[in-house]
């Protein structure tokens, strides 16, 4: 729709096409929305030399949403990168009725997909410029020529809307009709936008899509056991933040360290995906609360025993007695009830220590790993059949001998087998460019910096340092969480005294341990994640392996 005849343009028209040119370039490479649909307005702006503008979305909603708003003569800059909300509501292209609303020249321009130019609103017929007029009576302005542009992607649908306002003579500043070689130029510009946008926006929802994909592992890892989901959600959180303390620290070894916003979007997946091969792990291991526990808890089992062993205790108690008052004894009776009561006491003992047995600590010691042999060997009881059986079975032995945790070393396998599915897993998927390291980060976060984590036994050389930042918060992670079925978790602290005593063991790489401690990660982190009751004064004099931060 061209109302107007075209004007003599002094401007170079090579150089134009040329800026059109690197305006396409520059377009194709923005990642960021807001400053895309900002380099759009201010481009068409500066190509047709226009005072103003306004870029337009179309919304599922069948509206126009206002997305940039700039005017340089009344000094308006909204939306995009500014912060400023633009106060306007959407337009809609549909009246109440369904009927397209062609009386707005931005909703014209969509639905009759051709652009709309206009030399003086104030004189131009068949299209309402109420609102135009109202903005120019508040502010003193004179909108008067409009340029109106649909911007339409590869399937030829229109997902905005590029309009101009006042072309100005670059010689001497007048306002002017947009000419048809500025029309041409805005459509052009406007099809490359469409396009570059399209694109972008496709990327944005193929990265939802595949964050929510993981969010869709995690949640059935989630399902399966409650007492993994908060670590699925705050070791990536960790990371992240000793990632970015590590970034920002202006010292030490690790002080040229730098992170683009790319690493860190390919350290954010790995931290999401670093135990999705949990999600082959067994329930009754992955939530193994007890020593005894399978799919039920077996110390029930055993309590049973001790019942039956007491049962019998009382039926050879009494037949001792009636043995004894048949043969004439009257001092017998008192005498085996004392012992009986005694034989009572002792089995209880022994039932109240393999219960406590039962539960998972840090350390058992030697000294009750052979008291729980020795009640194993002490009794013996009759099962349903008569047959005589051993009081524990020799599975039943094992687990309440556990050293450390409630797990055995076959079902610690089980556990550790974890990390190589999560390998195979990663390994087998297409990754772009940009996120070729997902799998080695995630991969990565259980071994030591001397060799003997697993699964290959890698040394802190071999690894990454974005794998071993995983590790540490991994691990840190696991000594504060509160919500293992197995531990309660542990203060501040008590974390990093043991942190950093995996420091001083190899465990760690110790650099990102003492950056851990100078940029106050730990803190941070107990602040976003930790309950209040966790975080106690923590005396650096006091933790091993902590070296103030050297002098810059």
């Keep these: 729709m061209n109302q107007i005849p075209p004007p003599p343009d002094p401007r170079n028209e090579f150089e134009r096409l040329e800026q059109l040119h690197q305006i396409g370039i520059a377009l194709s490479k923005e990642t960021d929305i807001n400053r895309l649909l900002e380099a759009i307005l201010v481009a068409a702006k500066n190509i047709t030399n226009a005072d103003g503008g306004t870029l337009y979305r179309v919304t599922d909603e069948r509206a126009l949403k206002f997305e940039i708003m700039r ?34 020249v931005a909703c014209y321009a969509v639905h009759h997909d051709e652009s709309v130019n206009i030399a003086d609103a104030y004189t131009q017929e068949g299209f309402d410029f109420s ?16 340029l109106t542009v649909p911007m339409k992607n590869h399937e030829n649908e229109i997902i905005g809307v590029l309009q101009l306002i006042n072309a100005k003579n670059p010689v001497t500043s007048a306002v002017v009709p ?32 595949f964050e929510s994909l993981i969010n869709l592992i995690n949640a059935a890892i989630d399902d399966k056991s409650p007492y993994t989901s908060g670590h699925c959600e705050r070791v990536p959180v960790l990371t992240m933040l000793l990632a970015e303390g590590v970034n920002n620290v202006k010292v030490g070894p690790l002080k040229d360290f730098s992170l683009t916003d790319k690493d860190r979007y390919e350290l954010k997946i790995a931290g999401l995906l670093h135990d999705c091969g949990k999600v082959t792990t067994p329930v009754h291991v ?13 110390i029930s089992t055993v309590d049973t025993r001790f019942e039956v062993i007491k049962r019998d205790a009382e039926i050879a108690m009494l037949n001792a007695k009636l043995a004894a008052l048949e043969q004439g004894d009257p001092q017998a009776p008192g005498r085996l009830e004392r012992e009986f009561e005694l034989k009572l006491r002792e089995i209880d003992e022994d039932r109240e220590f393999l ?26 009881w009759c099962d349903v059949g008569g047959k005589e059986s051993e009081f524990l079975s020799a599975n039943e032995l094992e687990n309440l001998t556990i050293r450390a945790g409630t797990l055995t070393a076959a079902e610690r396998q089980i556990i550790n087998h974890h990390i190589e599915v999560t390998i195979q897993m990663l390994e087998a998927l297409p990754w772009p460019k940009h996120l070729t390291n997902v799998p080695e980060y995630a991969g990565d976060h259980h071994e030591r910096m001397d060799g003997k984590g697993y699964p290959r036994g890698l040394t802190r050389d071999q690894m990454s340092v974005q794998a071993r930042v995983m590790g540490i918060a991994d691990i840190f992670e696991a000594l504060t969480a509160r919500d293992r079925p197995y531990k309660k978790g542990k203060t501040l602290s008590e974390s990093l005294t043991i942190l950093g005593k995996f420091k001083l063991g190899g465990h ?24 209040p009751h966790q975080i106690d004064d923590v005396d650096l004099a006091k933790i091993p392996g902590y070296v103030p931060p050297p002098e810059k």
């Design 71 to 104: 005017n340089d003569t009344l000094k308006i800059a909204m939306g995009g990168t500014t912060g400023v909300e633009i106060p306007f509501y959407p337009i809609g292209l549909y009246d109440k009725g369904g009927k397209p609303v062609t009386t707005m």
């Design 131 to 146: 609102g135009t007029k109202n903005f120019d009576k508040k502010t003193g302005y004179r909108s008067q020529s409009f």
């Design 178 to 209: 947009f000419s048809v070689a500025d029309q041409h130029l805005a459509e052009s510009l406007a099809s490359q936008a469409a396009i570059a946008l399209t694109n972008r926006l496709l990327i944005i929802h193929l990265q939802n899509l």
């Design 286 to 298: 992955v939530d193994k609360a007890t020593k005894l526990e399978t799919i039920y808890d077996r």
């Design 355 to 380: 219960r406590f047995c039962n539960v998972g600590g840090e350390l058992m010691q030697p000294a009750n790993q052979e008291r729980v042999k020795q009640i194993s060997a002490k009794y013996c």
């Design 508 to 531: 760690i790489d110790p650099d990102l341990f003492d950056v851990f401690m100078w940029e106050k990660v730990y803190l941070t982190y107990a602040q976003q994640c930790m309950d």
